[in-house]
């Protein structure tokens, strides 16, 4: 794994005398003026936005990061408790509207320096080659600009620096992992156990945790509790796991500055920095390139926020594709009641994966697929769960007090792209004057289809594996798309560089240009996509 | 009445642990056992209606140790939301303050006294009544919303709170001790077993 250091090292630049945040690092980090016209800002220290700042800075561009939320320090901004982490959450104001609205904040929206992958499970697995051509093969979706193949190398390069642990993975290109798969608790029994009885393959993994130490990366200590931001520094995010190499190669980070508007020169149709706001001040960074990496949401809106006498419906938005295509994953979750104790918060909630159910099976009414993961909700969210099925009182907390006894398996049902899932701007403003965003978004039949199909296979996993009762919530997990990656300006906002259509130094490089999602958590796919948008930048 | 329930895990005392917490964590969690910050959220008026409200969605026994309504208005004053609000329902606060409002008139109108001056049984029948509702408007709420509002906040206090952690089994924080028993019925010296299940 040498090679992984000699070209990201960032988990050797971490503290190893049991702190995990190099202070000096960021102490000393290079800072720029305002008025350096610098190679080019990043709009959002996220999944692709920090892989963006690492790739630009180790190529020795000046490049100064922006994120709305903290510089985060584990030991002391995060705590073991699930109450105690809703700051790990971008919890501004948005409204949620359509036939099927979905639920935002702790389900699919970070803030801060790590981005959403702070609060990720930890699922690393990459797309089919399938899912760059839904289109061609199975007549819904869209094809990608790109194909599979495209990505591969970046896949290797992330899944080697990240690193992600599993078994030789059989699914879409098989490949094998970097690091060994991790042992399993209760939950992951209970899934391999079922699925093993009903002839399906499950695997362990993968899980962007290392299986033992990591350059300064201690081995994680199965606590269970990733969904609230990883104190040990074993889980992968990009404040571990790019942050620090990209400072270490004269990249800036200003945190607690939040992007109000991307400026375009009327005359020369070219992007000149970021209008921000810091400490209540309003303030301009004036830049080269403008890549802009706030996600699915925050994305679309300050594009929409941009508009100007050029762009009068906003950014990039001149054939009406800014904010459409929005995706999530339908994410139902199935729990089983076992004479056994499972004791589910026991270890991560990543554990073991099938992807049986991924592809287009001919015999099925609906198109694409789904994967079946463990999930392992904690008791806040167990809650919600037990709430879900109508029970309250008495009865809410009799049903609560037998958690330790119940398993979780969640899907992530492909939803298909559709124009009116988008986002525009509401009337409502947030503290800074600004629009927030609302995201309207509604299901497809085959979208039903699929939450009803994966339903159905989770229940009989359970009770294969021996469970008495099950339970299911219905509920939705990630966020793809809002300005998608297109071969032309008329279907999409960015080519297949992640270079917008309308401004040619204007870059987009986060989970917002996929095209399609597959059944796959997208953490990954979105750092190869920027890892490979990088290198096209910078030739 | 809050019904006496069966005690699973006799002894069971997640909070006992607090010493091989990290201090952010132990902060953050001990915190929750000594007294709420006061009222700033709800009025006096709102504080009745919604002790009796979560007294009965979550079967509160009278010398309960979480002080949920508390918690709720600690949230709302703080505007820590989940990071969202339904289109048709207005932002977290102004919908308790509405949906409030409207079991304090449920109750005038169908007992001539005040949601939090009646009895149990006749609280949980027009609390049940909103939940039954469907998509018919309540005081101008769609009431499956109000409700997943209402079980959010509610749920949130409670199971946030290491009393709430004892009766399930729950050890709370784990760090840095982290588990090393894993797998089915695997317990650590510090989790105890149920007692009462199966």
Redesign the interface.
């Known amino acids: 794994m040498s090679g992984v250091r000699d070209r990201n090292a960032s988990a050797w630049l971490l503290p190893n005398d049991g702190t995990r945040t190099n202070h000096r690092l960021r102490r000393d980090m290079r800072r720029f003026e305002d008025s350096d016209e610098v190679d080019a800002v990043v709009v959002g220290c996220g999944a692709g936005g920090s892989v963006m700042l690492q790739r630009l800075a180790r190529r020795g561009w000046h490049v100064v990061g922006f994120d709305a939320g903290p510089f985060w320090d584990p030991?002391?901004?995060?705590?073991?408790?699930?109450?105690?982490s809703?700051h790990l959450?971008?919890?501004?104001?948005?409204?949620?509207?359509g036939s099927d609205?979905v639920?935002?904040?702790?389900n699919n929206?970070g803030r801060g320096v790590g981005g959403s992958m702070v609060h990720f499970a930890g699922y690393a697995p990459r797309f089919h080659p399938s899912d760059f051509r839904t289109l061609s093969q199975d007549g819904v979706g869209a094809d990608w600009p790109i194909r599979y193949e495209a990505l591969r190398p970046y896949y290797t390069e992330i899944e080697q620096e990240l690193p992600v642990a599993g078994d030789f993975w059989p699914w879409g290109d098989p490949h094998p992992y970097p690091h060994r798969p991790h042992?399993?608790?209760?939950n992951g029994?209970?899934f391999l156990r079922g699925a093993e009885k009903m002839g399906i393959t499950a695997k362990v993994g993968p899980v962007a945790i290392p299986n033992g130490r990591f350059g300064n990366r201690p081995h994680?200590?199965?606590?269970?509790?990733c969904l609230q931001g990883c104190?040990?520094n074993a889980k992968a995010s990009p404040l571990i796991t790019h942050v620090p190499d990209a400072l270490a190669h004269g990249a800036e980070i200003r945190a607690d500055c939040m992007v109000t508007r991307v400026e375009v020169d009327e005359h020369t149709g070219l992007a000149t920095g970021v209008h921000y706001i810091k400490d209540g001040r309003r303030r301009f960074q004036r830049a080269r390139i403008v890549i802009v990496a706030g996600y699915s949401i925050e994305t679309p809106r300050l594009l929409l926020n941009s508009a100007s006498k050029r762009f009068p419906e906003g950014l990039c938005n001149d054939f009406d594709q800014v904010g459409r295509y929005l995706m999530v994953q339908g994410a139902p979750q199935t729990a089983g009641r076992?004479?056994?104790?499972?004791?589910m918060?026991?270890?991560p909630p990543p554990e073991v994966m099938s992807e049986d159910f991924y592809e287009t099976d001919p015999g099925k009414p609906y198109r694409r697929g789904f994967a079946i993961q463990t999930v392992s909700p904690?008791?806040?969210t167990?809650?919600?769960h037990v709430?879900a099925q109508?029970h309250?009182?008495?009865d809410?907390?009799?049903r609560?007090?037998?958690?330790?006894?119940w398993a979780c398996l969640g899907a992530l049902c492909e939803f298909l792209p559709s124009a009116e899932n988008r986002v525009t701007l509401s009337r409502e403003t947030d503290r800074n004057g600004l629009p927030v965003a609302?995201f309207s978004y509604s299901q497809t039949d085959n979208d039903k289809m699929l939450m009803k199909a994966a339903r159905g296979v989770m229940e009989e996993i359970l009770h294969a594996a021996g469970a008495a009762d099950v339970i299911t919530i219905g509920r939705y997990a990630h966020l793809v798309g809002g300005a998608r990656m297109a071969a032309d300006e008329r279907h999409g906002v960015v080519d297949s560089d992640c270079r917008t259509f309308a401004v040619r130094n204007l870059y987009i490089a986060d989970g917002s240009v996929l095209p399609t999602q597959g059944s796959a958590n997208p953490a990954l796919t979105i750092m190869a996509v920027a890892a490979r948008a990088a290198d096209r930048l910078t030739g | 009445m809050a019904a006496t329930r069966p005690n699973r895990f006799p002894g069971f005392d997640a909070a006992s642990q607090w010493r091989h917490w990290d201090a952010a964590t132990a902060g953050a969690v001990m915190k929750r056992l000594g007294p709420p910050p006061p009222f700033r959220y709800f009025t006096p008026d709102e504080q009745s209606t919604a002790v009796a409200l979560c007294d009965r969605l979550l079967d509160l026994e009278p010398d309960c140790p979480v002080n949920v309504v508390a918690m709720i208005d600690s949230r709302l004053a703080e505007a820590e939301t989940d990071g969202w609000r339904y289109e048709d329902m207005p932002e977290d606060g102004r919908a308790w303050s509405v949906s409030l409002a409207g079991l304090k008139s449920d109750a005038v109108d169908r007992f001539q006294i005040p949601f939090a001056e009646l009895d149990p049984p006749s609280q949980n029948s027009i609390i049940g009544a909103v939940r039954k509702l469907g998509s018919e408007a309540w005081h101008g709420l769609p009431p499956d919303h109000v409700w997943s509002l209402w079980t959010r906040y509610a749920c949130t206090a409670f199971y946030g709170h290491p009393f709430g952690w004892n009766e399930i089994g729950f050890p709370g924080p784990a760090y840095p001790s982290g588990y090393k028993n894993l797998g089915l019925d695997a317990r650590e010296p510090r989790e105890k077993a149920d007692e009462g299940g199966a």
């Open positions: 030991d002391t901004d995060w705590v073991s408790d699930e109450a105690g809703h959450y971008w919890t501004e104001p948005r409204v949620i509207s609205p639920p935002m904040g702790s929206s042992r399993v608790s209760g029994e209970v994680c200590i199965y606590r269970g509790f104190k040990v076992f004479d056994e104790e499972v004791r918060y026991k270890a904690l008791p806040i167990w809650a919600e709430a109508g309250w009182g008495a809410l907390r009799e609560m007090s037998d958690y330790v006894h609302d």
